[in-house]
């Protein structure tokens, strides 16, 4: 089983930045890839950003040029840096683990997730 702990979620204003980390313990000799979730009100579960460990990225449209997916594979730790916030990123954001980018949406491996605010 794998746990992830996530931080730094909050309240910020739009055009504002926030960095959210997530550390990964338990059976992660499994786990290559490790990326964001986010869910708004209403809407499905959507791919922010994943990394492999060998540094290979994916992105959302909607947050490329905006956002940094990255990842220090010693700590087992994945970072998003995200900047140039928009109220539409307004979302609880989860972490996720898993062999491959193509399985994560069906990974069992899930953080408690961090409420992401952004005021207009």
């Known amino acids: 089983q794998v746990q992830l702990v996530e931080s730094g979620g909050g309240l910020v204003q739009a055009g504002g930045s926030l960095r959210l980390s997530c550390a990964a313990s338990?059976?992660?000799?499994?786990?290559?890839?490790m990326g964001w979730y986010r869910q708004a009100p209403g809407k499905q579960r959507e791919l922010v950003a994943a990394?492999?460990?060998?540094?290979?990225?994916n992105y959302a449209d909607s947050v490329k040029g905006r956002f940094i997916i990255s990842r220090d594979n010693a700590k087992n730790t994945v970072y998003l840096q995200m900047n140039s916030l928009k109220p539409e990123d307004t979302a609880v954001y989860y972490c996720n683990a898993a062999p491959t980018i193509a399985t994560m949406r069906r990974s069992r491996n899930w953080g408690q997730g961090t409420q992401v605010t952004v005021s207009s």
């Open positions: 990394i492999t460990s060998g540094g290979s990225t």
């Open positions: 338990g059976s992660i000799f499994s786990i290559n890839a």
